[in-house]
């Protein structure tokens, strides 16, 4: 009940008062009332706790901007919107499958908003057994927060510090809560204080996408493992593919060695830059050390582009296509241009929409263009041969090129993901899982034949 209910008179008692008293009662009743029912101050949830945790869906007061003032118990947040960060049954997010997903604030009426952002609660706990109490941060977040109860910071995975907030990736994390270890009840104020970057914006995104959890600290304990299993096995795969590239890129240095035979060195180079491009995503989601601004750096402007260049010679060296002179001055004006413009159109470089545009259609252009290049190198090397090798051969380019050109198979409408035992698994992460044994058999094969050459 609104707490201003507690001062109204009861309506019998003024109905039998005086006309001017009647008409004052219906005045405020019906205008004044609803007024400080609209501006009521933070919404609070109360919580009965034995040995479980409780998710802390809301409704939570939501305000984007930044003021200090909004991490005190005392602010008056009653002009604030609610946000109900209740999921829908069996709901994940698109990535890994953690559960609880809801959309961010792009789809609640700030589209296109990055920046600060606050949430806040009060927690009304009743903890019968008198156990110390514990809260599991959201395990997903666009970009990264930090939290305060009572007023009082107590952690986050950002560095706000400086002007614009570092941000490193959102991780399981326990935050143990202030409380006696008597049984009673208690309230908390909590206000999450969320920063989204630039880089993360999307149609979904924006602040908290799966809600904190409340409970006592050793059912939290279980259920951080629990989280962080589910965040281990969506990227144990992202660990362990790098891991075969090197060691192919290791058996390649004895074909290298080799005489009489096309060179391997760009096959190895482009295996061992596809193993830095997929550790990438382990460092950022796994560890504290790698920070979104560095993952852009290496992921996006430098990664893709030296991969998919990498790629294109590497095939065309293990093809034989030696009479194509101007394949390579080619592939490094594309990927020259590629790495030009991907870095002029990052956030953190420029924020002119029409030049954010113009750089995602030569990004665009040049992906295309670098494809139609592998497509190329394939055809050729199999129509210069016509032989089961170069088959074989042609089909593990087919399946590293499903993971290099993830952007464009997606535009033929192709499912990118898929969630097999509530564990999301990428195509791209299938296609380089096949591509391994494969391109293990065909190096022996040819260290093989130079074998039986040198023979």
């Not at 009743?29 to 101050?41: H, K, Q, R, V, Y």
């Not at 969630?419 to 058999?441: E, H, K, N």
Request: charged share 15%; aromatic share 12%.
């Amino acid at each position: 009940m609104p707490r201003y209910a507690e001062c109204l008179p009861e309506r019998c008692d003024v109905m039998r008062c005086s006309p001017v008293l009647r008409v004052f009662y219906l005045f405020l009743t019906a205008f004044i009332a609803p007024s400080l029912a609209a501006t009521e101050a933070t919404p609070a949830t109360h919580i009965a706790l034995g040995d479980s945790v409780a998710p802390l869906n809301g409704p939570w007061r939501f305000h984007v901007g930044d003021d200090p003032r909004w991490s005190l118990p005392t602010y008056d947040d009653g002009a604030w919107e609610t946000v109900d960060l209740t999921p829908a049954p069996g709901s994940h997010d698109g990535d890994v499958g953690l559960p609880g997903y809801v959309t961010g604030w792009s789809q609640r009426g700030h589209a296109h908003y990055t920046g600060y952002a606050w949430y806040r609660l009060d927690v009304t706990v009743e903890n019968a057994g008198g156990k110390p109490l514990a809260l599991a941060g959201p395990t997903l977040l666009d970009s990264t927060y930090e939290l305060f109860v009572n007023g009082t910071r107590v952690g986050g995975p950002g560095d706000f510090a400086g002007k614009t907030p570092s941000v490193y990736s959102v991780r399981p994390v326990v935050f143990a809560m202030p409380s006696s270890v008597t049984a009673g009840v208690r309230t908390y104020h909590l206000a999450f204080r969320v920063w989204m970057d630039p880089i993360d914006a999307g149609d979904e995104s924006g602040g908290i996408h799966v809600a904190p959890m409340l409970g006592d600290t050793e059912s939290i304990e279980r259920l951080h493992q629990v989280q962080w299993l589910q965040t281990f096995k969506g990227y144990v795969v992202d660990a362990a593919e790098p891991v075969a590239f090197v060691l192919l890129a290791i058996m390649l240095t004895a074909l290298i060695k080799s005489r009489d035979h096309p060179t391997h060195a760009w096959l190895a180079i482009a295996l061992i830059l596809l193993a830095l491009l997929r550790v990438n995503q382990v460092l950022f989601y796994w560890t504290p050390y790698w920070s979104l601004r560095n993952y852009d750096i290496a992921v996006t402007v430098l990664l893709r582009p030296l991969v998919l260049a990498s790629w294109v010679l590497a095939w065309r060296d293990w093809f034989g296509l030696t009479r194509h002179p101007w394949l390579h001055n080619a592939v490094t004006v594309l990927t020259t241009a590629y790495v030009v413009s991907a870095c002029l159109g990052r956030p953190w470089v420029n924020t002119a929409h029409g030049v954010v545009v113009a750089t995602d259609v030569l990004v665009a252009g040049a992906r295309i263009a670098l494809a139609a290049l592998y497509l190329w190198v394939i055809g050729q090397g199999v129509a210069r041969s016509m032989k089961w090798p170069d088959y074989v051969a042609a089909f593990a380019a087919v399946l590293v090129g499903i993971g290099l050109f993830a952007t464009e198979v997606n535009a033929l409408g192709v499912p990118g993901i898929w969630f097999p035992y509530g564990t999301g698994v990428a195509r791209g992460q299938d296609a380089y899982a096949a591509f391994i044994p494969l391109m293990f058999a065909l190096i022996l094969w040819r260290l093989s034949r130079y074998a039986r050459r040198d023979d």
